[in-house]
């Protein structure tokens, strides 16, 4: 899932945006990350009366993963909102990490120009696309977790057939550090998730997705720990995991069906 092996973050994302564009859009995005079990710092969800504004804001910066920023012509006007943007900025200098993403709103690329260059040059995601895209794209993001501290996958195997089973036979049935692009994945086979496991561009069936209860353990299954998948097909494999591990991978964007 989110890479483990960076410092600890209390939150997945931060949600910073501008009120006027709560009804519309921040409130709908942060409902539909919460549903897939991403941690989200969202303010009418996170502060409580009697709480300190500015420092519970700031540890909330501090301590999340991934900042959404939603630009739009009411967070151009807000001092509130370039405050918020100016920590996020500071966190991800400090970091050396990318933490910023842009959702433009409302705006176009003058727009965001205008108000900053740098930030115009960043990737954005349009809120045309609507909330569901949207959560989609930043479910992926957050479980790939990649950073400068992203693990180095020692085994990569491309473009390759890979006999999953026979794979795990011959290193005592835990799969440590591998990278899978592009393969097909042939079982039959249960994989459990143990630990730092990503997926990107993968389609899922409801059948293939096994809940695994806390303390429970899968006689014959293949363990898993610091490997990724991409645009990978899995033929007869089963994934064995905990709740929270499996329902992100309901939202993650899909790739396109096979020929």
């Known amino acids: 899932m989110t890479n483990t092996q960076e410092r600890k973050f209390d939150h997945d994302i931060f949600i910073c945006h501008a009120s006027e564009d709560k009804d519309a859009l921040a409130r709908p995005l942060a409902e539909a990350l919460s549903a ?5 710092w969202y303010d009418e969800t996170a502060l409580r009366p009697g709480d300190g504004l500015r420092r519970k804001i700031d540890d909330g910066l501090k301590n999340s993963r991934y900042g959404a920023v939603i630009l739009s012509p009411s967070f151009f006007n807000k001092g509130w909102t370039n405050r918020e943007l100016d920590g996020l900025t500071a966190w991800e200098m400090a970091d050396g990490r990318s933490r910023i993403i842009p959702i433009w709103h409302n705006v176009n690329q003058q727009d965001v120009t205008e108000y900053s260059a740098p930030l115009a040059n960043v990737v954005a995601l349009p809120s045309g696309d609507g909330v569901e895209k949207i959560t989609r794209e930043l479910v992926s993001i957050i479980m790939q977790g990649e950073s400068p501290l992203s693990p180095s996958y020692g085994k990569v195997y491309r473009d390759e057939d890979i006999d999953i089973a026979k794979l795990a036979r011959e290193n005592n049935n835990l799969l440590d550090g591998y990278l899978f692009e592009n393969c097909k994945i042939v079982g039959p086979a249960l994989i459990a998730l143990l630990h730092n496991v990503g997926f990107s561009s ?4 409801p059948n293939q997705l096994w809940p695994m209860m806390a303390g429970r353990k899968y006689i014959g299954a293949i363990g898993l720990t610091n490997c990724k998948f991409v645009n990978c097909e899995l033929d007869w494999i089963g994934i064995a995991g905990s709740a929270d591990d499996l329902m ?6 899909m790739a396109p069906e096979r020929n």
């Open 36 to 40: 897939a079990r991403m941690k989200v």
């Open 202 to 205: 993968m389609r899922f069936a």
């Open 248 to 253: 992100p991978m309901q939202y993650l964007p």
